[in-house]
């Protein structure tokens, strides 16, 4: 088994037409926007704008007028309610804006978030037990419920009545809910249906301040829902749901919201991350707010990352900001050890697998998923982690465009606990009993589907380019691009034969690649993140796809290639 060499493909010229229609932006930037469909003067104005396709009413949605009609209900007659979320970013940032937005309404709320380790995803009967001792009427869950309609009728039979919004696939049978807001369900009319859960709860909370009840609400009326769009561009990007629409129209509402940070905990939060608040993009939320805002959940508790973005105190949240710093270092180092160990497990078992495949009993079920991750983008193939525990076995899966996991897990649900996901990620939950053979099942159905294919993970570029071309004008253009991510990818780029002038492995680990490039005109330093081991191996001459991007350090700006992969120069793609 060996890391793979990529493909890249480059995106072919743009029209006639579209030069015409596009003569206000650089060559360059043209053929970006024809690359992502936008051939037109007004569909590209619409798009660099990030303006709605069509106004929408959140109304529309099946479920809205009901649960706005309870929310308020609970609030007049002083109802405790609770907000049910989950433990990733997504979960955490619509239990915070929704929770603080009833705050504001004058409500007794409480957030409630479960433990990954002690009670597992979504809603589960013993925390809608505590919530009834805390005298909890009204519970609202927020990125999670939709799969849980025996729940529901739990809490039903505890006197609880539940409002549920979720943006995941609903199962076979919808809960019996007061109300169920998912733009997924069956009829439902809102044109947009990849909202994150945490754009539900902020539409949620939108509908609630505009449809106050008249009388002794007037406080409502300095009330506003977009100074809370600082977490939905959060959960939004960090969920990985695509910036395209609506959602592409919130993330960029809410960076902006984020370049003038007022809330304690995201100034705390940029500050350990380095991050300058004006520079901010999607790429840092992925990259660097994300990462630290997940790793409460995926080694303790997610109940720290709440509280970084709802508390007021300054101290407190420099605390807990560095906290989960330093619990992200810490899931760093768990991921690269799982990793490491999960490779020497694949490589005894069948180094020419189609599925990797690692069970064991220390790995970490919070960062199993992360080092499943890393497998699948090192070889380009579908991977396992588990976590083996006493009686069952809990993992999480990563897959390629050639392999549907969760469509090969469904062939195997007659020996599963439970499992679910979708083409790209699953998870599962196995009786240890059955492990052997739900091994050997999936690995038939990998290799039936798998074998004979050229297994070569394909990077698309935008267009070639001599590094002379690049000028900074260029990054002005790009940054009308952001938020970049799933659906809407950053703008890449190939360069021929360029000369390396000086090399380096960087970072604590030597797991990074400096680079110093030339094509005789220009020169750049460029990165090449976790291509530090290429270092003894580099030709002098390479090929190389890469973003540009400036890059800010110890209070320097410097222009910068992002290397995505390289090759000797000359190297057939």
Same mark, same amino acid.
């Given at each position: 088994m060996s890391t793979l060499s990529k493909r890249w493909q480059v995106a072919s010229p743009v029209s006639a037409e579209a030069i015409s229609e596009l003569g206000d932006y650089s060559p360059i930037f043209r053929q970006i926007l024809f690359n992502r469909g936008y051939s037109t003067h007004d569909s %590209?104005?619409?798009?660099?704008? *990030?303006? #709605?396709?069509?106004?929408?009413?959140? =109304?529309?949605?099946?479920?809205?007028?009901?649960?706005?009609?309870?929310?308020?209900? %609970? &609030?007049? =007659?002083?109802? #405790?309610?609770? +907000?049910?979320?989950?433990?990733?970013?997504?979960?955490?940032?619509a239990t915070a804006l929704l929770g603080q937005v009833l705050l504001s309404l004058g409500t007794r709320v409480m957030g409630y978030i479960p433990n990954r380790f002690d009670e597992g995803y979504g809603v589960n009967n013993e925390a809608l037990d505590y919530l009834h001792t805390q005298d909890i009427r009204l519970v609202i869950t927020v990125d999670c419920g939709i799969r849980s309609p025996e729940e529901v009728e739990y809490a039903r039979r505890l006197g609880m009545e539940m409002i549920i919004t979720d943006h995941h696939h609903p199962g076979a049978e919808m809960p019996d809910a007061r109300a169920v807001i998912n733009p997924k369900q069956p009829g439902d009319p809102y044109p947009d249906k990849d909202l994150a859960g945490v754009g539900l709860a902020y539409k949620l909370a939108e509908a609630l301040l505009k449809n106050a009840p008249s009388g002794g609400y007037g406080r409502v009326e300095a009330l506003t829902a977009t100074e809370y769009l600082d977490l939905v561009a959060l959960g939004t990007v960090a969920d990985l749901v695509p910036l395209v629409g609506e959602n592409r129209c919130l993330v960029r509402a809410g960076l902006d919201n984020i370049r003038h940070p007022s809330r304690q905990g995201l100034i705390a939060l940029l500050g350990v991350s380095g991050i300058n608040p004006s520079q901010i993009n999607s790429e840092h939320i992925g990259f660097a707010l994300g990462p630290r805002l997940n790793a409460a959940g995926r080694l303790d508790s997610a109940k720290a990352a709440l509280e970084l973005l709802t508390?007021?105190?300054?101290?407190?949240?420099?605390?807990?900001?560095?906290?989960?710093?330093?619990?992200?270092?810490?899931?760093?180092?768990?991921? @690269?050890? &799982?990793?490491?160990? $999960?490779?020497?497990?694949?490589? $005894?078992?069948?180094?020419? %697998?189609?599925?990797?495949?690692?069970?064991?009993?220390?790995?970490?079920?919070?960062?199993?998923?992360?080092?499943?991750?890393?497998?699948?983008?090192?070889?380009?193939?579908?991977?396992?982690?588990?976590?083996?525990?006493?009686?069952?076995?809990? $993992?999480?899966?990563?897959? &390629?465009?050639?392999?549907? &996991?969760?469509?090969?897990?469904? =062939?195997? *649900?007659?020996?599963?606990?439970?499992?679910?996901?979708?083409?790209?990620?699953?998870?599962?939950?196995?009786?240890? @009993?059955? !492990?052997?053979?739900?091994?050997? @099942?999936?690995?038939?159905? %990998?290799?039936?589907?798998?074998?004979?294919?050229?297994?070569?993970?394909?990077?698309?570029?935008?267009?070639?380019?001599?590094?002379?071309?690049?000028?900074?004008?260029?990054?002005?253009? !790009?940054?009308?691009?952001? #938020?970049?991510?799933?659906?809407?990818?950053?703008?890449?780029?190939?360069?021929?034969? +360029?000369?390396?002038?000086?090399?380096?492995?960087?970072?604590?680990?030597k797991a990074h690649l400096k680079l110093v490039l030339t094509d005789g005109k220009i020169t750049y330093d460029a990165i090449a993140f976790r291509m530090g081991e290429r270092q003894s191996e580099l030709p002098n001459r390479i090929d190389i796809l890469f973003s540009f991007e400036l890059n800010e350090y110890n209070g320097r700006t410097t222009l910068q290639l992002n290397i995505r992969d390289l090759k000797p120069a000359g190297t057939l793609d």
């Open positions: %590209a104005q619409r798009y660099l704008h *990030a303006e #709605p396709q069509q106004e929408v009413d959140f =109304q529309e949605m099946r479920g809205v007028p009901e649960a706005v009609e309870r929310i308020w209900a %609970a &609030i007049q =007659q002083d109802e #405790p309610i609770a +907000v049910y979320g989950d433990y990733d970013v997504d979960g955490v940032t508390t007021p105190d300054r101290a407190r949240a420099a605390y807990l900001a560095q906290q989960l710093d330093n619990q992200n270092r810490e899931r760093q180092q768990i991921t @690269r050890d &799982i990793q490491e160990h $999960a490779e020497q497990q694949i490589l $005894a078992r069948d180094p020419d %697998a189609n599925l990797l495949i690692a069970v064991d009993a220390s790995y970490n079920p919070g960062v199993v998923g992360l080092a499943a991750s890393r497998l699948t983008e090192k070889y380009y193939r579908p991977a396992i982690v588990a976590q083996k525990g006493e009686e069952y076995t809990r $993992a999480s899966c990563r897959s &390629i465009a050639e392999f549907h &996991i969760t469509r090969a897990l469904d =062939q195997c *649900a007659d020996i599963l606990v439970h499992h679910g996901g979708h083409a790209a990620a699953a998870g599962f939950t196995v009786h240890n @009993r059955h !492990l052997d053979e739900l091994i050997e @099942r999936l690995t038939s159905i %990998a290799n039936q589907e798998l074998s004979g294919l050229d297994l070569r993970p394909v990077l698309q570029a935008d267009a070639q380019v001599a590094l002379s071309e690049l000028r900074p004008n260029l990054l002005k253009e !790009l940054a009308w691009l952001q #938020p970049t991510g799933q659906g809407n990818p950053q703008a890449m780029f190939v360069s021929r034969d +360029v000369q390396i002038r000086q090399s380096k492995a960087v970072g604590s680990d």
